[in-house]
């Protein structure tokens, strides 16, 4: 009995590790018989901007909580009625804020006293048209919005823009590997590896626009032009 349990032993502790390796996913290994090239690449692409994404919204005070959150909510109506006559889908429209707080008066050694409330309310609105971008922009100011940040220029489907990235990497890097190869009185063999390591594209900081200073001058948006970029890492045989 004494040998037959010492054998159950010994066949657990061989073969329950070998069934936890046989669950890892195996390493793919290439070997490099002539000498190996890493490069890291960066492929860009350069497009217009066709979204715009500000948020705005009101912010309003009064003594008591209930009036400074009815006075947003009254002028909050005001700002969507005009999204909606300028055209702008429910889609594009989203509640991104909705705040109450309390404001004190404070005097030295004495406690703070309450002085009333502050109620924000605001949207972040996607602008597919950016020339008309800032005609809404002012006529949500005359509306009563008072809190104006943006615009976010952005892209709104990157993927073909990105994809050109991809392709413009890998010409730079088979290029850049046939000049190493060149210099060292080599030929490129071939691509052991690629890998993607990073793409996208970040916009510009969004500014902020204050509402009095709309009311001055007709806003004007600017697209400007993007850039996007994929990173790669690629491997090359050399010989």
Do not use: C, H
């Given at each position: 009995?004494?040998q037959?349990?010492?054998?159950?032993?010994?066949?657990?502790?061989?073969?329950?590790?070998?069934?936890?390796?046989?669950?890892?996913?195996?390493?793919?290994?290439?070997?490099?018989?002539?000498?190996?090239?890493?490069?890291?690449?960066?492929?860009?692409s350069?497009?217009?901007?066709?979204?715009?994404?500000?948020?705005?919204?009101?912010?309003?005070?009064?003594?008591?909580?209930?009036?400074?959150?009815?006075?947003?909510?009254?002028?909050?109506?005001?700002?969507?009625?005009?999204?909606?006559?300028?055209?702008?889908?429910d889609r594009?429209?989203?509640?991104s804020?909705?705040?109450?707080?309390?404001?004190?008066?404070?005097?030295?050694?004495?406690?703070?006293?309450?002085?009333?409330?502050?109620?924000?309310?605001?949207?972040?609105?996607?602008?597919?048209?950016?020339?008309?971008?800032?005609?809404?922009?002012?006529?949500?100011?005359?509306?009563?919005?008072?809190?104006?940040?943006?615009?976010?220029?952005?892209?709104?489907?990157?993927?073909?823009?990105?994809?050109?990235?991809?392709?413009?990497?890998?010409?730079?890097?088979?290029?850049?590997?046939?000049?190493?190869?060149?210099?060292?009185g080599?030929?490129?063999?071939?691509?052991?590896?690629?890998?993607e390591?990073?793409?996208?594209?970040s916009?510009?900081?969004?500014p902020?626009?204050?509402?009095?200073?709309?009311?001055?001058?007709?806003?004007?948006?600017?697209?400007?032009?993007?850039?996007?970029?994929?990173?790669?890492?690629?491997?090359?045989?050399?010989?």
């Amino acid at each position: 009995m004494k040998q037959a349990w010492l054998a159950a032993l010994f066949l657990s502790a061989v073969f329950v590790p070998a069934a936890a390796v046989a669950q890892q996913a195996p390493a793919i290994n290439q070997t490099v018989t002539g000498t190996r090239l890493d490069l890291s690449v960066t492929g860009e692409s350069i497009r217009v901007p066709d979204v715009a994404i500000i948020s705005t919204g009101v912010v309003t005070r009064s003594p008591t909580a209930s009036g400074a959150i009815q006075d947003a909510a009254s002028r909050m109506a005001r700002v969507r009625s005009a999204l909606k006559a300028a055209g702008i889908a429910d889609r594009d429209i989203q509640t991104s804020n909705l705040s109450l707080n309390p404001e004190y008066r404070y005097v030295e050694n004495q406690p703070p006293q309450l002085t009333g409330y502050t109620a924000t309310n605001q949207l972040s609105v996607r602008f597919r048209d950016i020339g008309a971008t800032g005609k809404i922009i002012d006529a949500l100011v005359r509306e009563g919005a008072n809190q104006i940040n943006g615009p976010n220029l952005t892209i709104d489907k990157p993927e073909a823009a990105l994809d050109e990235a991809r392709a413009n990497a890998v010409v730079i890097g088979r290029a850049r590997a046939e000049l190493y190869a060149r210099s060292l009185g080599m030929r490129v063999a071939r691509v052991v590896s690629v890998s993607e390591s990073g793409g996208g594209y970040s916009p510009p900081p969004m500014p902020y626009v204050m509402a009095a200073q709309a009311r001055a001058a007709d806003s004007k948006i600017d697209a400007g032009e993007q850039k996007l970029q994929v990173t790669l890492g690629m491997v090359f045989e050399l010989q």
